[in-house]
């Protein structure tokens, strides 16, 4: 590759020559890295548990073909087209358009500032996995993350405990800065290429842990028996297509952003079914795993179905309270932070990445100046906002 095309060098013009990916193969594995995130994870198991069980698939497949599928298709064709960042290539499409880009950036913004920080909770909470210094119960859990662990409730900080979480958060910007200077091949490309993979092989031993344990059963069938009279309402249908909308990163400008730096040729209907198809059969296994666990909670006298949470309450509070009462629990608990981890780190590496290309395509500025001057105030943002960021 040349340095024009690698973002660092302007070519004759002044302009810089806009980056690539290396391959097809390569954006899929970056699309599906951006796609698949906490919202697979932590988000569609309890919100299909929600709104129907099993009855919810329909609803969701619906809103996966008659605007995900779209949707994916319009924002890989737009940046494609037009290869550009979000306001630019709206801006090509129509010069009053360019605001809607904008607001996509403002978007990605406040997402990368929340993700940054979660990310870093999920890094601590692995560890913590090994010795289970959280407690057992779901009362010592909670208390242990909102007291112990983010100090919120209490007058004054204590700073070596809420120091350690800003070191952690310091150190996934800085993973973020390293990837992202060194640009969409070598950084996003190859990181994608090595976190998806390693990604999907830890999460299928997650899933398997937890499918052996009693009471597993009965999560599955809590999770899959339908409700079917929640066809009819509204709220259950909001529910699918909010989910797709957040789950296959569309809208946010990132399918724009990414799909500008393959190649003229590249075939994408193919493609965008891929990363389609790959990211709800990611969420459909998380949602097995995730109800597989909480039957053997349940099961083991630990929690009620009435108690199950989504977000948050899911990953600090019932699956640190389940590591505790399973056999081998630091294995599985290291294994599932460890994927919200790598999960999370691919999505916000995605996230950012729609700024980045925003602010240099506005600046014309080169790669590693336009990754300092976006993630440096925001990774500030994010180390302030921390101790109240719930
Ligand atoms: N698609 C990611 C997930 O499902 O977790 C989350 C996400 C990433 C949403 C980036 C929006 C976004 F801009």
Request: aromatic residues 16%; proline residues 3%.
């Amino acid at each position: 590759m040349t340095s024009a095309a690698s973002g660092s060098v302007a070519t004759e013009d002044g302009k810089f020559a806009r980056e690539k990916f290396s391959s097809r193969n390569v954006f899929v594995f970056a699309a599906i890295g951006s796609a698949v995130g906490l919202g697979n994870i932590w988000r569609f198991p309890y919100v299909a548990f929600e709104n129907g069980g099993g009855a919810f698939l329909v609803p969701y497949v619906v809103a996966l073909l008659t605007a995900g599928i779209p949707l994916l298709f319009f924002d890989y064709s737009i940046g494609h087209r037009f290869r550009a960042s979000a306001p630019l290539a709206f801006r090509r499409l129509n010069r009053k358009l360019e605001p809607i880009g904008w607001f996509q950036v403002l978007v990605s913004v406040i997402i990368a500032v929340y993700y940054a920080a979660i990310i870093g909770w999920a890094a601590w909470y692995a560890y913590f996995s090994l010795d289970q210094r959280f407690g057992s119960s779901l009362e010592e859990t909670t208390s242990f993350f909102t007291g112990d662990f983010l100090q919120m409730s209490e007058e004054s900080f204590s700073f070596d405990f809420v120091g350690n979480i800003t070191v952690m958060i310091a150190i996934v910007w800085i993973g973020t800065i390293i990837v992202l200077a060194l640009g969409v091949q070598k950084g996003i490309g190859r990181l994608n290429q090595f976190f998806i993979p390693l990604l999907i092989i830890l999460f299928v031993i997650m899933v398997i842990f937890a499918l052996v344990q009693d009471g597993a059963m009965d999560g599955l069938n809590q999770f899959f028996t339908p409700d079917w009279s929640v066809l009819t309402n509204y709220q259950v249908w909001i529910a699918a297509y909010g989910q797709i909308f957040f789950s296959l990163s569309v809208g946010f400008g990132i399918m724009i952003t990414y799909s500008s730096y393959l190649n003229r040729k590249t075939n994408l209907t193919s493609s965008g079914l891929v990363v389609a198809f790959s990211n709800s059969a990611f969420e459909v296994l998380a949602g097995i795993g995730v109800f597989a666990g909480i039957g053997f909670l349940v099961h083991a006298g630990g929690m009620a179905w009435d108690d199950v949470q989504g977000g948050v309450g899911l990953a600090f509070f019932t699956f640190p309270a389940l590591i505790a009462s399973m056999p081998a629990g630091e294995v599985f608990g290291f294994l599932f932070f460890a994927c919200l981890v790598l999960a999370g780190f691919t999505s916000m590496i995605s996230i950012v990445e729609v700024v980045i290309a925003a602010v240099r395509d506005k600046l014309n500025i080169n790669r590693v100046n336009g990754t300092l001057l976006v993630c440096v105030p925001l990774a500030i943002i994010s180390l302030l906002l921390m101790p109240t960021a719930t």
